[in-house]
C-alpha cells in the first residue's frame, strides 16, 4: 500500500522557517514525479514545487521562488521542503504527492497526482 506521510508543519512567526518532510513508502517512486502542494482556507490547492524523484529541474511556483527549496533523501525514500523566509500567505494546509513522470499530464494539475499525503498544517503569525 503506496502511503506518503507530511510532517514538520506548525506555527511560525513571519521571517521564520520550517522544513516539512514526506516520507514515501509501498512501492518504487523512481518512475515518479513528486510535488509539494497546498490549500489556504477558502482557496483552491496550488502547486507549490516539485521535481523528478530521479533528478533533474525542480520547479516552484512564483510565489516561492527563491525562499523554498525542495530536496530529496534516496537513502531515506524522503522527499523535504525548506520554507525560509515565511510569509502570512504561506499559511495553508501543504500536501505531498507523486504522480507518474511520463503519463504526458502536467506536473502543476492536482488531478493528475495518483497519491496524496494527508497534509499538514503551517501557520505564519505576523
Known amino acids: 500500500q503506496v502511503q506518503l506521510v507530511e510532517s514538520g508543519g506548525g506555527l511560525v512567526q513571519v521571517g521564520g522557517s520550517l522544513r516539512l518532510s514526506c516520507a514515501a513508502s509501498?512501492?518504487?517512486?523512481?518512475?515518479?514525479?513528486m510535488g509539494w502542494f497546498r490549500q489556504a482556507p477558502g482557496k483552491e490547492r496550488e502547486f507549490v514545487a516539485g521535481?523528478?524523484?530521479?533528478?533533474?529541474?525542480?520547479y516552484y511556483a512564483d510565489s516561492v521562488k527563491g525562499r523554498f527549496t525542495f530536496s530529496r533523501d534516496y537513502a531515506k525514500n524522503t522527499v523535504y521542503l525548506q520554507m525560509n523566509s515565511l510569509q502570512p500567505e504561506d499559511t495553508a494546509v501543504y500536501y505531498c504527492?507523486?504522480?507518474?513522470?511520463?503519463?504526458?499530464?502536467?506536473?502543476?494539475?492536482?488531478?493528475?497526482?495518483?497519491?496524496w499525503g494527508q497534509g499538514t498544517q503551517v501557520t505564519v503569525s505576523s
Open positions: 521535481v523528478r524523484w530521479s533528478g533533474g529541474s525542480t
Open positions: 509501498g512501492r518504487t517512486f523512481n518512475t515518479y514525479f
Open positions: 504527492a507523486a504522480k507518474r513522470a511520463h503519463d504526458g499530464s502536467s506536473w502543476l494539475r492536482e488531478t493528475a497526482y495518483d497519491y
